[in-house]
């Protein structure tokens, strides 16, 4: 399949196979070399380079919607964070007694809060395969909610980005409140095992890492075939000419419903890898301004293109982590900075100008 897809697009192609090699390498160098050779990855780097994947998987969710469907949603961040706390709730109670209080029923936040029973929201997340499902519906049902109201009351362009942006932050607001039955301010934290396994544990990371490299291949290559395909043709065209495409007859609020949720689930699958790797998740990840970092990714990197959404999402988020470490007072000047300087000098992405380059190297 990579043959193919490097005979047709050698960028993707040789970005895939970059992704493939370092989701292997990485783990297997983690376990077989020692500690202090060359070629050992800490689990920290291990864990720092699984949460970089997992943005860029993140980052190719928007890149669906923005850069094939032309629709801004600010509230990528809030489809993430659902997806987090599904995989949190099942990690919460894989905990059982070994908690602070010793209750093999209820977390640790809910006996400090004086919960005398388990809301019943909770019930079933002990079961991996449940928490699985939930990834992935929570996230699909709400966008197909939100969804359907927005798109058929044809809310477009800037309206629909502020009310995707005003739904990350109610539900930010909702779950500081103790009383949902989250966590609150302290979200959902200290983690003890995975499917049996230790989650603190290298060889687990080194899995973690693994599967959050190869679930973005997977991701890449049906996005692929979906925007390939007939329904993304029309996707496609209804971001160029709207108006045009209602008129041949199509449900315009259909393809913007599918593409929305479909980006949607894929970001809860994000979030799911996410959580594990740091070890929690909080009312934070709502915040408006993570979903405002998602669409710099996608700019920088250039949308409309999939493989440009990974490339910048990798890309800032490695610049994030040496300047927070350096100087994080000026990391959101210089963010803004580079938002700005790529948008006025480089339009379409980093990727695009290097596509440019490239084109005019073989002319």
């Known amino acids: 399949m990579f043959i193919n897809i490097y005979k ?75 997806g987090g706390y599904a995989m949190g709730m099942y990690l919460m109670r894989q905990i059982g007694s070994r908690g602070v209080y010793g209750n093999p029923l209820l977390p640790d ?5 004086n919960w005398k029973e388990l809301p019943w929201y909770w019930f079933g997340f002990e079961h991996f395969g449940l928490a699985a499902l939930m990834v992935l519906l929570i996230p699909g049902i709400l966008a197909f909610v939100f969804g359907w109201m927005a798109f058929r009351s044809r809310v477009t362009g800037v ?49 973690l890492f693994l599967i959050s490299g190869l679930m973005l291949i997977v991701a890449f290559l049906i996005s692929r075939w979906v925007i390939q395909s007939k329904l993304g043709r029309v996707v496609t065209a209804i971001r160029d000419q709207e108006t045009r495409v209602r008129f041949l007859g199509y449900r315009v609020e259909l393809f913007k419903l599918w593409i929305f949720v479909f980006s949607a689930m894929l970001a809860g699958i994000a979030g799911a890898l996410y959580v594990p790797q740091v070890g929690i ?9 993570n979903s405002l970092e998602i669409v710099i990714w996608v700019a920088i990197g250039g949308r409309g293109t999939l493989y440009g959404a990974i490339v910048g999402a990798i890309l800032v988020n490695y610049a994030k982590t040496l300047l927070t470490g350096w100087a994080p007072e000026i990391w959101l000047f210089f963010l803004g900075a580079t938002f700005i300087l790529v948008t006025v000098f480089l339009p379409d992405g980093l990727i695009g100008f290097w596509q440019r380059r490239w084109q005019g190297r073989q002319s």
Request: glycine share 10%.
């Open 159 to 207: 309206y629909l980005s502020i009310i995707t942006q005003a739904l990350t932050y109610a539900l930010l607001l909702a779950f500081f409140r103790n009383e949902m039955g989250f966590g609150g301010n302290n979200g959902l934290t200290d983690f003890k095992e995975i499917l049996g396994f230790d989650i603190q544990s290298e060889n687990v990371r080194g899995c």
């Open 8 to 82: 047709q697009d050698k960028t993707a192609g040789a970005l895939l196979g970059i992704i493939a090699l370092i989701s292997i390498l990485v783990p297997f160098c983690n376990m077989i070399s020692p500690v202090g050779s060359i070629l050992h990855f800490s689990a920290y780097s291990v864990s720092l380079m699984g949460k970089y994947l997992t943005f860029a998987l993140l980052g190719l969710s928007l890149d669906l919607v923005w850069g094939y469907c032309g629709i801004l949603a600010l509230g990528q961040g809030a489809f993430f964070a659902l």
């Open 281 to 289: 998740i909080n009312p934070s990840e709502f915040s408006p301004l």
């Open 109 to 113: 936040f809910m006996v400090f809060l």
